[in-house]
């Protein structure tokens, strides 16, 4: 990944057995805090997919689904040398359990998960190199929790994740390690509490 404009943003730059031992202390982590029957979603390089589910099985989380992310308006960075990089890989966990939280209304839901990119309108509280839409977490948000369920994003960068669980009656906890961004997102929860 070093060598592509993903590993740009800073926090991607890991050597491959360095990042396994970080998602290795991640996932010992996420077990020791998440409830049985919660449910885990990652974004997630595809090249790193089958890495991730070994690492997580390892630590009693069920491996349910693989799912893509399409950006209908992505950045054509280099469009005349190489297809534009329109996806995202998701990868979605439950922990000790085949099955928890999901509200699909009756409904049947694809793994394919279509949004625009963050539309500046929801960039007002600072930049954030991969900022996720709001429709696109409140589609996690809604089918995987309940009103009052807690949700926990250990990597939140812009909060996007802590304003859809915000927004739809879920509690939130993040955490960030980018001082910039830890106040930018702040900030942002903050205006979502007050009702801005
Ligand atoms: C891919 S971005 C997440 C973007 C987020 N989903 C959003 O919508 O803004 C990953 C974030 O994790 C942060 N990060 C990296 N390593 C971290 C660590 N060890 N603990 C907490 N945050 C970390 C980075 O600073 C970055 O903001």
Redesign the pocket.
């Known amino acids: 990944m070093r060598e592509n404009f993903f590993g740009a943003?800073?926090?991607?730059n890991l050597e491959f057995d360095e990042w396994l031992n970080?998602m290795d202390q991640?996932f010992a982590e996420l077990a020791r805090i998440i409830k049985k029957r919660g449910s885990v979603i990652m974004?997630m390089s595809i090249i790193k997919v089958e890495s991730i589910i070994r690492l997580a099985e390892k630590h009693g989380f069920y491996y349910k689904t693989t799912g893509i992310w399409h950006k209908k308006n992505p950045m054509p960075r280099n469009m005349n040398l190489h297809f534009i990089n329109s996806t995202e890989s998701w990868i979605y966990f439950t922990y000790k359990a085949h099955t928890g939280t999901f509200n699909n209304d009756g409904k049947a839901i694809h793994d394919f998960v279509e949004t625009s990119v963050?539309p500046n309108g929801e960039k007002g509280f600072g930049k954030?190199?991969?900022?996720?839409?709001l429709t696109l977490?409140e589609h996690f948000v809604k089918i995987l929790t309940n009103e009052g369920d807690v949700i926990f994003?250990?990597?939140?960068?812009?909060?996007?994740?802590g304003v859809a669980a915000l927004m739809h009656n879920r509690k939130f906890i993040g955490?960030?390690?980018?001082e910039q961004?830890y106040q930018n997102?702040k900030e942002r929860l903050e205006s979502v509490i007050r009702n801005e």
């Open positions: 943003a800073g926090w991607d970080d991640m974004f963050t954030h190199p991969t900022q996720k839409p977490m994003d250990p990597f939140s960068g812009s909060g996007s994740t955490s960030e390690i980018d961004y997102s």
